[in-house]
């Protein structure tokens, strides 16, 4: 039993692989545990190109594997197609085109509101405390915005957990801080993230053998 999980850029390929497969792992009703495996792609517009082909040849000789796209929801354009503004206008019509595109019946399209950092944001006590005092009072995660999303918001108040004078990296502080969180705590705070992880499992358990 496969997923294969596509992704653009380095913080989702090498810090949400671990972060997502521990809450697979502990769902009851997949009894075969499924082996989650990241493809990366530079960009949402490399994304949107190529993954349905990729998708296609993937899941062509396995009826037991299946596809799950994420991408941040901020800065996300998709050549050839309007995109709302409005936050759940923007996430449904997005989702629908892209799985419009692909066509596959075992992928789904799924969105980090506004950014995976967002995640993050469900547990301030992850960082340091002089900025977790300030995240504690921003309100739901999924609330900060296309205005200022969640890594430029964690920059300006020096969130990195390697110091004040450290800027904020995708890629280094996110991969640390998603290895001390737990999904359901983040799936609490962010109904979005809630439903990923529920689609992803209940289309692992279509697909299992």
Same mark, same amino acid.
Request: net charge positive; aromatic share 10%.
């Given at each position: 039993?496969?997923?294969?999980?596509?992704?653009?850029?380095?913080?989702?390929?090498?810090?949400?692989?671990?972060?997502?497969?521990? @809450?697979?792992? !502990?769902?009851? !009703? =997949?009894?075969?545990?499924?082996?989650?495996?990241?493809?990366?792609?530079?960009?949402?517009?490399?994304?949107?190109?190529?993954?349905?082909?990729?998708?296609?040849?993937?899941?062509?000789?396995?009826?037991?594997? *299946? $596809?799950?796209?994420?991408?941040?929801?901020?800065? =996300?354009?998709?050549?050839?197609?309007?995109?709302?503004?409005?936050?759940?206008?923007?996430?449904?019509?997005?989702?629908?085109?892209? !799985?419009?595109?692909?066509?596959?019946?075992?992928?789904?399209?799924?969105? $980090?509101?506004?950014?995976?950092?967002? @995640? =993050?944001?469900?547990?301030?006590?992850?960082?340091?405390?002089? $900025?977790?005092?300030?995240?504690?009072?921003?309100? /739901? /995660?999924?609330?900060?915005?296309?205005?200022?999303?969640?890594?430029?918001?964690?920059?300006?108040?020096?969130?990195?957990?390697?110091?004040?004078?450290?800027?904020?990296?995708?890629? =280094?502080?996110?991969?640390?801080?998603?290895?001390?969180?737990?999904?359901?705590?983040?799936?609490? %705070? *962010?109904?979005?993230?809630?439903?990923?992880? !529920?689609?992803?499992?209940?289309? %692992?358990?279509? *697909?299992?053998?």
């Amino acid at each position: 039993m496969k997923i294969f999980l596509f992704v653009e850029g380095k913080t989702e390929r090498v810090g949400l692989h671990h972060f997502l497969k521990r @809450w697979l792992d !502990e769902q009851p !009703e =997949l009894v075969v545990k499924p082996k989650l495996v990241p493809i990366k792609y530079d960009g949402y517009a490399a994304f949107v190109e190529k993954i349905p082909k990729r998708v296609a040849a993937d899941l062509k000789n396995d009826e037991n594997a *299946c $596809a799950v796209g994420l991408l941040d929801l901020y800065a =996300l354009r998709i050549p050839g197609f309007d995109l709302p503004q409005d936050r759940d206008t923007r996430y449904g019509s997005a989702k629908q085109e892209i !799985e419009r595109r692909v066509r596959h019946p075992r992928f789904i399209q799924h969105f $980090a509101v506004h950014e995976t950092e967002a @995640w =993050l944001l469900a547990k301030p006590t992850l960082f340091p405390k002089h $900025a977790a005092d300030q995240i504690g009072h921003w309100g /739901p /995660p999924e609330s900060v915005n296309f205005n200022r999303p969640p890594a430029k918001r964690l920059n300006e108040v020096k969130a990195s957990p390697r110091g004040r004078n450290n800027h904020w990296d995708k890629p =280094l502080d996110g991969a640390r801080l998603f290895n001390k969180l737990h999904p359901n705590e983040v799936a609490a %705070a *962010c109904p979005y993230f809630r439903l990923f992880l !529920e689609d992803m499992r209940d289309l %692992a358990i279509r *697909c299992s053998p």
